[in-house]
C-alpha cells in the first residue's frame, strides 16, 4: 500500500519532470520536485508561524499561570490548556510538516534504489498513461541512459563518505543542509530575553527540589537542539544517498525563504491572528464590566428609591 500511494506517484512525477523539461538531469527533476512540494505545503508552513507568533505573544500570561499555580501542577496543567485554547494553538500542527515529510524522504529512498540498482524496473513502475510520451518510451526501452546526476557531474546514487573515501560534492551539500537548518531554526526562535542559565544549572536546580521556571527550561532547551539538530542531520545526509541530502537541502533553502517572506512580508496578517483571542476576550470582559456597572447602578436606585419611600411613610 505505501508502494502504491506514496512511492509509485513520487516515482512517476521524478520521471515526468526528468522526461519533459529540457536538459533535466535527475538532480534538476528532483529540484524541481522539492520545489513544488513546499510550495503545496505553504498554507501549512503559515499557520505554523503563524502558532509560532501567537506562542509568543502569550509568554507573559504563561510566566503568570506558573507563578500563581507553583504548587500545583494538575491546575496550572489545565490553566495553561485553557491558554491554548484561546490563543487557537495546537500541539499537533507543529509536526504536520515533519509528519508529511518522512514519508517522502522514505518514499524517495526507495525511488533512488530503482534507479541506482533496479532499472530494468523503470517499466513496471511507470503508470500506463505516461508510457506513451515518447522520452518515458525511450527511457524504458534504454533504462542504462537514465542520468542519475545533478548539473551534469554530481553522482546522486553515491553517498558522501564511501569505502573511506570523501565524495567532496556531496560532502559540501552535506555541510549546506547542516548550515540552512541552523538558520531555518533561527528563524523561528522566540524572540524573549535570553536566559543566562544553562541546561546543566537547571538540572542541578531541578535535582535540589528547586521550582523551574517553564519558559527559562523551554528556551534553553530550544537553544541547544537549534545548535543541535544541524551537526545531528550532517552525519545523518552523508551517511544517505546523494540524492536525499540534495532534496533535504533545497527543501531548507526554500523553507527558509518561505519563512522569512512569511515573518517579514505577512506580519501585519500575523499580528492579527494572533492578537485576535486577545481582542476576543477584551469584549467579553468589557461587557462583564459593562453588566456588572449595570447592575450595580440598578442595585444602588432601588436601595434610593427604597429610602425614599420609607421617609415618604
Known amino acids: 500500500m505505501f508502494n502504491s500511494l506514496i512511492v509509485q506517484p513520487i516515482f512517476n512525477i521524478l520521471v515526468l519532470i526528468y522526461s519533459v523539461v529540457p536538459y533535466a538531469d ?8 522539492t520545489v513544488l512540494v513546499r ?3 505553504y498554507p501549512l508552513v503559515k499557520k505554523q508561524l503563524h502558532q509560532s507568533r501567537a506562542m509568543q505573544k ?4 504563561l510566566k503568570r499561570i506558573q507563578a500563581e499555580y507553583k504548587d500545583d501542577r494538575q491546575a496550572q496543567g489545565v490553566a495553561m490548556m485553557e491558554l491554548y485554547k484561546k490563543h487557537n494553538i495546537s ?13 517522502i524522504f522514505l518514499a524517495l529512498f ?3 534504489q530503482i534507479f541506482a540498482q533496479h532499472r530494468d524496473q523503470i517499466g513496471q513502475w511507470t503508470y500506463g498513461f505516461l508510457k506513451g510520451l515518447p522520452a518515458i518510451h525511450s527511457l524504458i526501452q534504454s533504462p542504462n541512459n537514465f542520468n542519475h546526476t545533478a548539473f551534469g557531474f554530481i553522482d546522486l546514487t553515491k553517498t558522501s563518505v564511501t569505502a573511506g573515501q570523501i ?6 551539500i552535506a555541510v549546506i543542509g547542516a548550515v540552512t537548518q541552523y538558520f531555518m531554526s533561527r528563524q523561528i526562535m522566540p524572540k524573549t530575553a535570553a536566559t543566562k542559565r544553562t541546561f546543566r544549572q537547571i538540572m542541578e536546580d531541578a535535582a535540589s527540589g528547586k521550582q523551574q ?4 527550561v523551554n528556551q534553553v532547551v530550544s537553544s541547544n537542539m537549534m545548535k543541535f539538530m544541524p551537526i545531528m542531520m550532517f552525519f545523518i545526509m552523508i551517511s544517505l544517498p546523494g540524492a536525499l541530502a540534495l532534496y533535504y537541502v533545497i527543501s531548507n533553502l526554500v523553507a527558509v525563504g518561505q519563512q522569512w517572506y512569511i515573518l517579514r512580508e505577512d506580519e501585519e496578517e500575523m499580528e492579527e491572528i494572533a492578537e485576535e483571542p486577545n481582542k476576543r476576550d477584551a469584549s467579553r470582559v468589557k461587557a462583564v464590566e459593562k453588566r456588572a456597572k449595570e447592575a450595580q447602578e440598578a442595585h444602588v ?8 419611600g420609607r421617609r415618604k411613610n
Open 58 to 61: 502569550m509568554q507573559p500570561e
Open 39 to 41: 510550495f503545496l505545503m
Open 167 to 172: 565524495y567532496w560534492p556531496l560532502m559540501i
Open 301 to 308: 436606585t432601588r436601595i434610593v428609591a427604597k429610602d425614599a
Open 26 to 33: 535527475f538532480g534538476i527533476a528532483l529540484i524541481i520536485f
Open 91 to 103: 500541539p499537533w500542527r507543529s509536526i504536520v510538516i515533519l509528519i508529511i515529510q518522512i514519508p
Open 213 to 216: 521556571n517553564q519558559s527559562d
Open 110 to 112: 526507495t525511488v533512488i
